[in-house]
Structure formats: structure tokens, C-alpha cells
């Protein structure tokens, strides 16, 4: 990728190349960024967002990276990570997230000011703004269950607040299009802190008991399809324990994939295709990804 720093008149923050962005994945796959930025504000990642559209440049947003693939070969783009900005405050009834902020730190935030509401979202291990991104969500409940806007910037570069009955999310999608989520605002109810905690630990030990929370996986692979459940298909296809190298279709809960040491993205892709061909074959159902797969350089 041919670029300048020229280009980025103003813009404060940093600028690395050549990035191993494999530590930033949660299954721990990946290549090298051509450049990460890491912007200082908002306002920086406007200026940015707007120069590469006007110059043409490729970019991808990584969030917590727990349900991005990232190819073997790298991506030949600039690549925003945003960790920190992770800021929460409350305003009122309302906590106002910084899209770098964890799910965990923004549920225990409100937790601890007997604010109730995101207890379903506990075990999600994303950013703020990847959660909303993707509609982030267990069979409980949804990142936009309590979402009432976003900020974001744009490729014009301008910052602009989105209400919430101005977005049009989907299921596992928040169908926000080409910008980068700077904030995320989530109203929420006063309650008794003692029975939030009680929630949050509830959820906790389902999500350790049914899911294989402490490897290194990507979360959910397939989406679930209408009045199924993608883990149960691919479990009754026995793929439960299917390999490609060194990732394997989890023990624990069969939509989830998991790194059992060496694995690739080049792996997880041969299994993707595998599962689904199975699937297929065996209910004619195709099952599609919901985590997201960039492209290779």
C-alpha cells in the first residue's frame, strides 16, 4: 500500500507498520497490519477516515478482535485499534461508553451503580463500539435492547450523534455501514445492586458451564438460522471434536471453534467450509458466519 504521512496533516496519535496483529485476536491467528493507527481522539479518527476515503485507502476497524478473522497473510490496510478509549460515565440513568471500553468493564460500571439492564450481555468478550457494531447478543438479549444512539465518525469527517430510531439494526448486525463508533449511549433502570450481581453471577456460570470461555476461540462462528440453533446442527452432524491442524470444533458447544495451540486462519476457513458443507448435506441448511473475515492483502 502506497501512502504518506504527509497525507495526515494534523492528525495525533500513532502510526506503526508492519504490525503482528495476532496478539490483538482472541484466538490468537493472524498476519501483519501494513499500518495501525491508533488514534489520540475522535477528531483524529475523522481526519484519518476522511483522508483515506479521498485518497482511496483501504482501512479496517479492529475492536477487541473476538470475532474477526484475521487472514495468515495480513491485510494490506491501515488498521484502527482504538483500546484507549475506554472511558464510562453516567449521566443520569444513562452510561455513555467510549467504543473502546470492554462489554465486562461496562457491565460492571453499571453494576456497581445499581444501573440493571446489560446483565444478558455478560460473558461477551467484545469492545463497546465491536458490540454494537455487530449487534453483539446472547439468546437473552442484544447490544441495541437498551442502545438509545451512537456517535460515530464518518469518511466526510464529521462527527455526528445517531439516534436510536434512526438505526436499523439486524439480528448479529447493527447495520451501521462505513464509519468508525466513537460512543455508545445505553439508558438504563435503577435497581438493587445485590440482585444485579446475582444476575451477573447466574449468567456467568451458564456461560462457563455450556461455553468454552477460557480458550482462545472467536466466539459464535455461524449465525443461528430461523427457529434452530447453529451449535445443535453442526453438534447432530457429529463435528463435535473436528479438526483442520490445530483448530478444533469445541467439546463444550459445537458453534464455537477453538486454537489448540499452532492453529491458523487458514485453518479456521478450511473448517468453516467443512461445517457448512456437512451441514448442508445433511439438513439443507446453509449456515453463514457471523464473524466477520477480512479479506487477505
Not at 98 to 126: N, Q
Request: a negative charge.
Amino acid at each position: 500500500m502506497d501512502w504518506s504521512r504527509n497525507w495526515f496533516e494534523g492528525f495525533k496519535g500513532v502510526l506503526r507498520e508492519g504490525v503482528d496483529l495476532s496478539p490483538f485476536s482472541h484466538m490468537r491467528v493472524g498476519g501483519r497490519a501494513a499500518v495501525l493507527v491508533e488514534p489520540w481522539s475522535e477528531e483524529d479518527a475523522a481526519l484519518f477516515l476522511r483522508v483515506c476515503a479521498e485518497k482511496g485507502l483501504p482501512y479496517h476497524v479492529l475492536g477487541g478482535g473476538s470475532n474477526v478473522l484475521i487472514p495468515d497473510e495480513g491485510v494490506d490496510a491501515f488498521v484502527f485499534s482504538i483500546p484507549q478509549w475506554n472511558r464510562v460515565v453516567r449521566d443520569g440513568n444513562r452510561l455513555v461508553a467510549s467504543a473502546g471500553a470492554t462489554l465486562p468493564s461496562l457491565i460492571r460500571k453499571a453494576k456497581d451503580l445499581a444501573l440493571e439492564g446489560l446483565e444478558t450481555l455478560v460473558g461477551i468478550p467484545a469492545q463497546v463500539g465491536g458490540a454494537v457494531r455487530m449487534n453483539a447478543g446472547t439468546k437473552e438479549g442484544e447490544t441495541f435492547d437498551h442502545l438509545v444512539s451512537v456517535r460515530v465518525a464518518d469518511e466526510s469527517g464529521e462527527l455526528r450523534e445517531i439516534p436510536r430510531e434512526d438505526l436499523h439494526p439486524k439480528y448479529r448486525d447493527g447495520n451501521l455501514g462505513k464509519v468508525l463508533i466513537t460512543t455508545a449511549t445505553f439508558e438504563l433502570k435503577p435497581s438493587n445492586r445485590l440482585l444485579i450481581q446475582e444476575r451477573i453471577k447466574e449468567y456467568l456460570t451458564y456461560r462457563n458451564r455450556s461455553q468454552p470461555v477460557t480458550e482462545k476461540s472467536l466466539g459464535c462462528i455461524f449465525k443461528n438460522p430461523p427457529g434452530d440453533a447453529a451449535g445443535r446442527l453442526i453438534e447432530a452432524a457429529g463435528l463435535k471434536g473436528a479438526r483442520e491442524g490445530d483448530i478444533m470444533v469445541s467439546e463444550k458447544h459445537a458453534n464455537y471453534f477453538v486454537n489448540l495451540g499452532a492453529g491458523t486462519s487458514t485453518q479456521v476457513l478450511d473448517l468453516i467450509a467443512r461445517v457448512q458443507e456437512t451441514v448442508q448435506n445433511e439438513f439443507s441448511l446453509h449456515l453463514h458466519p457471523e464473524i466477520q473475515i477480512w479479506p487477505p492483502q
